[in-house]
């Protein structure tokens, strides 16, 4: 019941090197309770809950389970004290099948012999809980990634935890998944279960949570219910610091630059039908849409990871499209992916590496020029000029948060002094503080003469950032917003229709 403390954390504190993840955090969880835990990436978030699960070691401080002190060497013992987490990547194996996966070296059995018959009963009667209508002797790799997620859950849920920790639960889900994922949500919070919820996305957390921890630079700044918090506050609390400026105003062109443009017409591929529009440099324009309107397809052409069917494009350079990502990269035109840690980023590779890569590749046409000192300078540039938080240029991009992860992403690009951004959902997964900067970022590229193309799931960013919007609907320009709310936008991404007062987008000429 509410009031009846389950977890009480004091004084936890982790290093990695010369890293400070954790510095002296404290946190107190009521049974019964949905309890949020925000902050910026970096801000020790993830940190904390692999520690409540067992897969990391604190150097200090003391955690309490239902009263009693524990240590939790493994994830082992954090099953045994009711502990169960879901990660933010998912764990499953792809190839097995989902009943494989629900049992993974835990398969019931009775006299050595494991019962097939009990799996099979107990995990249906599960899913169906969950609302999960799927064969569980198919492989985990044919569901979707919401799919797969229910899954993961399921697979704690089967060992009957105390506490359940979801560590970003919905990162990679759309709208339509992250609504069945609340909906389960709500119904196991309903029938007693205590959550420890990470998230970045503040709306959502104001949805599902009944309390609330901030964190900040690996301590715990606030907790409060809730319903006695405002999401302005709760952005005050994470980045210790007002939230007006999260959008930066237009900053003048640089002297001097001349105006560049790309210039569309008739494209058609993928998706796409017939798309004509004009980007020019000093401006950020927002590209809206829902998955599979042709925004996504718009930028891959562009890139050249996809080929057009119909059409004429004008880069700055009086060239036409791209041939291929490497052409793109030579002649200044960079991409950066809605997937980073698929798409952006070699994970297992240091910051030095990866920020150094592609310019090696357009300056040459091949890694073999590769030397550590010319990189090891490019990667001290980026770092200091993207503020991005390790150790050192040879940190591995796999120990990064998701916010310095796609600074790394943005640091690569910016070494070849590129002249078109594609920015395809460029903040996603980021948390507040970075996203900030990455506003910031976009500005200063757009004027320094870069032409910036900026698509977002995120409405208000599109709203609060944009100097003007081109919405897709079903492959085709809906047409042309400024100025408007994200009430406004959402209607016409979803129907295609346009207000009375709106434009037409930019002719070409």
Same mark, same amino acid.
């Not at 069917?309 to 291929?324: C, I």
């Given at each position: 019941?509410?009031?009846?403390?389950?977890?009480?954390?004091?004084?936890?504190?982790?290093?990695?090197?010369?890293?400070?993840?954790?510095?002296?955090?404290?946190?107190?969880?009521?049974?019964?309770?949905?309890?949020?835990?925000?902050?910026?990436?970096?801000?020790?978030?993830?940190?904390?809950?692999?520690?409540?699960?067992?897969?990391?070691?604190?150097?200090?401080?003391?955690?309490?389970?239902?009263?009693?002190?524990?240590?939790?060497?493994?994830?082992?013992?954090?099953?045994?004290?009711?502990?169960?987490?879901?990660?933010?990547?998912?764990?499953?194996?792809?190839?097995?099948?989902?009943?494989?996966?629900?049992?993974?070296?835990?398969?019931?059995?009775?006299?050595?012999?494991?019962?097939?018959?009990?799996?099979?009963?107990?995990?249906?009667?599960?899913?169906?809980?969950?609302?999960?209508?799927?064969?569980?002797?198919?492989?985990?790799?044919? $569901? #979707?990634? %919401?799919?797969?997620?229910? =899954?993961? &859950?399921?697979?704690?849920?089967? +060992?009957?935890?105390? @506490?359940?920790? /979801?560590?970003?639960?919905?990162?990679?889900?759309?709208?339509?998944?992250?609504?069945?994922?609340?909906?389960?949500?709500?119904?196991?919070?309903?029938?007693?279960?205590?959550?420890?919820?990470?998230?970045?996305?503040?709306?959502?957390?104001?949805?599902?949570?009944?309390?609330?921890?901030?964190?900040?630079?690996?301590?715990?700044?606030?907790?409060?219910?809730?319903?006695?918090?405002?999401?302005?506050?709760?952005?005050?609390?994470?980045?210790?610091?007002?939230?007006?400026?999260?959008?930066?105003?237009?900053?003048?062109?640089?002297?001097?630059?001349?105006?560049?443009?790309?210039?569309?017409?008739? $494209? #058609?591929? %993928?998706?796409?039908?017939? =798309?004509? &529009?004009?980007?020019?440099?000093? +401006?950020?324009?927002? @590209?809206?849409? /829902?998955?599979?309107?042709?925004?996504?397809?718009?930028?891959?052409?562009?890139?050249?990871?996809?080929?057009?069917?119909?059409?004429?494009?004008?880069?700055?350079?009086?060239?036409?499209?791209?041939?291929?990502?490497?052409?793109?990269?030579?002649?200044?035109?960079?991409?950066?992916?809605?997937?980073?840690?698929?798409?952006?980023?070699?994970?297992?590779?240091?910051?030095?590496?990866?920020?150094?890569?592609?310019?090696?590749?357009?300056?040459?046409?091949?890694?073999?020029?590769?030397?550590?000192?010319?990189?090891?300078?490019?990667?001290?540039?980026?770092?200091?000029?993207?503020?991005?938080?390790?150790? #050192?240029?040879?940190?591995?991009?796999?120990?990064?948060?998701?916010?310095?992860?796609?600074?790394?992403?943005?640091?690569?690009?910016?070494?070849?002094?590129?002249?078109?951004?594609?920015?395809?959902?460029?903040?996603?997964?980021?948390?507040?503080?970075?996203?900030?900067?990455?506003?910031?970022?976009?500005?200063?590229?757009?004027?320094?003469?870069?032409?910036?193309?900026?698509?977002?799931?995120?409405?208000?960013?599109?709203?609060?950032?944009?100097?003007?919007?081109?919405?897709?609907?079903?492959?085709?320009?809906?047409?042309?917003?400024?100025?408007?709310?994200?009430?406004?936008?959402?209607?016409?991404?979803?129907?295609?229709?346009?207000?009375?007062?709106?434009?037409?987008?930019?002719?070409?000429?």
């Amino acid at each position: 019941m509410p009031g009846d403390i389950l977890i009480e954390v004091r004084e936890l504190t982790k290093r990695y090197g010369g890293v400070v993840a954790l510095a002296g955090m404290d946190l107190t969880v009521e049974r019964g309770t949905v309890h949020a835990v925000v902050g910026e990436n970096g801000a020790g978030k993830s940190t904390l809950m692999k520690i409540l699960a067992g897969a990391v070691r604190p150097d200090s401080g003391t955690i309490k389970v239902s009263g009693e002190t524990v240590t939790l060497e493994s994830p082992n013992d954090a099953r045994k004290r009711g502990i169960g987490i879901v990660y933010q990547e998912l764990s499953l194996f792809p190839e097995r099948s989902v009943l494989a996966n629900l049992y993974v070296n835990r398969e019931p059995s009775a006299f050595g012999v494991v019962s097939t018959r009990t799996m099979e009963g107990e995990s249906r009667d599960l899913l169906v809980r969950l609302g999960l209508n799927v064969d569980v002797h198919a492989p985990v790799g044919q $569901l #979707s990634i %919401g799919e797969r997620q229910l =899954v993961e &859950l399921a697979r704690v849920l089967l +060992e009957e935890p105390q @506490l359940i920790i /979801l560590d970003e639960p919905n990162s990679a889900l759309n709208e339509r998944e992250t609504r069945r994922l609340f909906a389960v949500l709500r119904q196991l919070s309903s029938r007693g279960h205590t959550m420890l919820y990470v998230s970045h996305r503040l709306e959502e957390v104001f949805e599902i949570s009944d309390r609330v921890t901030i964190t900040r630079n690996g301590r715990d700044v606030l907790t409060r219910d809730r319903a006695d918090l405002t999401i302005p506050e709760v952005i005050e609390g994470m980045i210790g610091a007002q939230h007006d400026a999260l959008f930066p105003p237009p900053l003048p062109m640089v002297a001097g630059r001349a105006e560049e443009r790309i210039s569309i017409k008739g $494209l #058609s591929g %993928g998706p796409l039908k017939d =798309v004509a &529009l004009t980007a020019r440099s000093g +401006e950020v324009v927002g @590209l809206a849409g /829902l998955e599979g309107s042709g925004v996504s397809a718009l930028l891959a052409i562009l890139f050249g990871t996809q080929k057009a069917s119909a059409g004429d494009v004008t880069f700055p350079d009086a060239k036409g499209l791209p041939r291929s990502p490497t052409d793109a990269a030579r002649r200044g035109v960079c991409l950066v992916p809605a997937d980073r840690r698929r798409n952006g980023l070699m994970l297992e590779k240091s910051i030095l590496f990866n920020i150094s890569h592609v310019f090696v590749g357009a300056q040459t046409g091949g890694s073999w020029l590769f030397r550590n000192g010319p990189a090891y300078a490019r990667a001290e540039r980026q770092i200091d000029n993207l503020k991005i938080k390790a150790g #050192s240029p040879w940190t591995l991009a796999n120990q990064l948060s998701g916010g310095n992860q796609q600074k790394v992403v943005i640091g690569k690009w910016m070494e070849i002094g590129p002249k078109v951004f594609l920015l395809d959902d460029p903040t996603r997964g980021v948390d507040v503080g970075a996203k900030r900067e990455i506003y910031g970022l976009i500005r200063r590229m757009s004027a320094e003469g870069g032409i910036v193309l900026f698509s977002s799931t995120e409405l208000p960013e599109l709203v609060g950032l944009c100097d003007r919007i081109i919405v897709f609907y079903q492959g085709r320009i809906a047409g042309e917003l400024s100025g408007v709310d994200d009430h406004t936008l959402l209607h016409v991404i979803n129907t295609g229709e346009m207000p009375a007062a709106a434009t037409e987008p930019e002719a070409t000429s």
